[in-house]
């Protein structure tokens, strides 16, 4: 089987064995020792996927829950939304090899930063918006690690699905 990497409009190419999830951005690969990260991880969310028997995996960094609010944004830059992104990972992760019935699903981010008064909490609807989004499309979320005051960084590693988080305040975990 050939390895391939599958990314959204703008995504990330290889630098070593690492891709890059970049600001409303998508990468999915299957390529052999990769790690797939995303960095700076702030107020936006990012779904991670993984299938172990295959070893492709994903991350989808999103910003907004609905491209409604904006089509014609949603059409150049669909990674931007969860609504038009997630069916773009589960996709590209299926095109590689992957089974819905095996994916590991994790998701991270949607720290509070800048809305101390609630007001618009951004990252509370998206991750309502996400949930339903991966329930309509028959995936559940197997870990979380959302909210909190820090920035992210999650690092997938293929050959393993472990997901590395690592924040200012403290040393890189496992979810």
Same mark, same amino acid.
């Given at each position: 089987?050939? #390895?391939?990497?599958? =990314?959204?409009?703008? =995504? !990330?190419?290889?630098?070593? %064995? ?11 690969? /299957? ?8 960095? !700076? ?19 989808? #960094? ?7 609010? #904006? ?35 994790? @998701? =991270? ?6 809305? /101390? ?23 559940? @979320? ?8 820090? $920035?992210? %960084?999650?690092?997938?590693?293929? $050959? %393993? ?15």
């Amino acid at each position: 089987m050939e #390895n391939r990497t599958a =990314a959204a409009p703008k =995504a !990330s190419a290889p630098s070593g %064995n690492t891709l890059v999830a970049k600001l409303a951005e998508m990468v999915a690969s /299957d390529l052999p020792g990769a790690e797939i990260a995303c960095l !700076s991880l702030g107020s936006c969310l990012a779904v991670v996927v993984h299938d172990p028997i295959v070893k492709v995996g994903g991350i989808l #960094n999103f910003m907004l829950p609905d491209s409604s609010i #904006n089509p014609t944004r949603a059409k150049e830059s669909p990674c931007m939304f969860v609504d038009t992104g997630v069916p773009l990972l589960l996709e590209a992760v299926l095109a590689l090899g992957a089974e819905k019935s095996r994916l590991l699903v994790k @998701v =991270a981010g949607g720290a509070q930063f800048l809305d /101390d008064q609630r007001t618009m909490s951004i990252g509370q609807r998206n991750l309502g918006t996400l949930m339903q989004v991966l329930q309509k499309s028959g995936v559940k @979320v197997t870990a979380t690690d959302v909210g909190g005051r820090v $920035s992210r %960084n999650l690092r997938l590693t293929l $050959s %393993n699905g472990r997901l590395t988080i690592q924040t200012p305040a403290r040393e890189p975990y496992l979810l």
